[in-house]
């Protein structure tokens, strides 16, 4: 079938074009997007060749929310008309025949979709706004990250870098119990972070965030989540954390070697964890059933909601920096 997508060239230049999608065949079904999130972080270092899933062209976005339209004859869980959260649409052609990377390919009016597979998709829940729902794998990530720490009641967490993924941290670190800090150099985002359940924000433009922190816990942090994704930030987290803390890497730095400096780690001697992904189903499903169930509210990170047809415009502009007040964007595929 021909659909539209969201298509990225290697002079990273934009357009919103016809694509093709194979047939379903017997283990597949077709999607049709109601909307997909766009994940600021991750898709950009795609399209900038920082990390590579595949050559150019590209069809990136790995989130959306849509209706099942068509459902091959070998699969019984799913039916004609199911609202779902979805991961994947591997399958994109340009109409000349150019394979198109689809990492992982959401930004498209359509999927075609093995469900069996890790990063396939699962049932919308009743109650899920639609918006929020399709921003779903930033909190999933973050989720991942606070389950590997063990955040708990009374836990002291220091999130560094307040992203999509640095807020999920907040939010799942506040509905835990913990006395969750963040920090970053935005006002928008620490006041989102306020919203979603910080004790306490700094701004590391405005002060020394490490004194102000240490003047409320001076033996530092339980755990300290480095979400930023930079690598010249994680020095910049570490003395926050206290002797035998842990030390999160929440981020994701890159094809590139990174370092830090070794002596305030180790004079610590801080555990340090490595979440990848967005651990799985479990962790999926936990965000949807607290978006369902409205313990988790995660409104406030989306600043931005764009038409499908000025996707090719609104990338462009984020890719040039032209728009910088961006948090959360949702595609309106409607």
């Given at each position: 079938m021909i659909a539209k997508a969201l298509i990225c060239a290697a002079d990273q230049s934009f357009t919103f074009q016809d694509v093709r999608l194979p047939d379903v065949g017997p283990d597949r079904l077709r999607?049709?997007?109601?909307?997909?999130?766009?994940?600021?972080?991750?898709?950009?270092?795609?399209?900038?060749?920082?990390?590579?899933?595949?050559?150019?062209?590209?069809?990136?976005?790995?989130?959306?929310?849509?209706?099942?339209?068509?459902?091959?004859?070998?699969?019984?869980?799913?039916?004609?008309?199911?609202?779902?959260?979805?991961?994947?649409?591997?399958?994109?052609?340009?109409?000349?025949?150019?394979?198109?990377?689809?990492?992982?390919?959401?930004?498209?009016?359509?999927?075609?979709?093995?469900?069996?597979?890790?990063?396939?998709?699962?049932?919308?829940?009743?109650?899920?706004?639609?918006?929020?729902?399709?921003?779903?794998?930033?909190?999933?990530?973050?989720?991942?990250?606070?389950?590997?720490?063990?955040?708990?009641?009374?836990?002291?967490?220091?999130v560094y870098g307040c992203g999509q993924i640095g807020l999920g941290v907040v939010a799942f670190c506040a509905r835990r119990g913990a006395v969750t800090v963040a920090v970053d150099i935005d006002d928008t985002r620490l006041g989102i972070a306020k919203q979603l359940g910080a004790d306490y924000t700094f701004n590391g433009k405005n002060c020394n965030a490490l004194e102000e922190f240490k003047k409320l816990h001076p033996a530092g942090a339980d755990v300290v989540f480095e979400a930023s994704g930079i690598p010249a930030c994680i020095d910049q987290a570490i003395p926050f954390a206290k002797s035998f803390g842990k030390f999160v890497m929440q981020g994701n730095y890159g094809a590139e070697p990174i370092s830090f400096h070794?002596?305030?780690?180790?004079?610590?001697?801080?555990?340090?964890?490595?979440?990848?992904?967005?651990?799985?189903?479990?962790?999926?499903?936990?965000?949807?059933?607290?978006?369902?169930?409205?313990?988790?509210?995660?409104?406030?990170?989306?600043?931005?909601?764009?038409?499908?047809?000025?996707?090719?415009?609104?990338?462009?502009?984020?890719?040039?920096?032209?728009?910088?007040?961006v948090v959360g964007a949702v595609i309106d595929w409607e």
């Open positions: 999607v049709r997007a109601l909307r997909t999130g766009v994940s600021i972080g991750t898709e950009f270092a795609l399209i900038r060749n920082k990390i590579s899933w595949g050559p150019y062209p590209l069809c990136v976005g790995y989130q959306g929310v849509g209706v099942v339209e068509e459902v091959g004859e070998s699969i019984q869980d799913f039916a004609v008309g199911d609202t779902v959260y979805y991961r994947d649409g591997k399958f994109i052609e340009l109409l000349d025949g150019t394979k198109v990377s689809s990492v992982s390919g959401t930004h498209c009016s359509h999927a075609v979709i093995n469900p069996k597979a890790t990063h396939g998709l699962a049932k919308l829940p009743a109650g899920v706004d639609l918006d929020q729902g399709s921003l779903y794998v930033m909190p999933s990530v973050a989720l991942f990250g606070v389950d590997m720490a063990n955040v708990q009641m009374g836990t002291v967490a220091v070794f002596l305030p780690a180790h004079g610590r001697r801080l555990t340090w964890f490595y979440p990848c992904d967005d651990g799985l189903a479990p962790c999926r499903r936990a965000v949807m059933k607290n978006l369902a169930l409205g313990a988790l509210d995660w409104g406030p990170v989306i600043t931005h909601r764009v038409k499908a047809a000025d996707c090719a415009t609104f990338y462009d502009q984020l890719n040039h920096g032209l728009d910088k007040e």
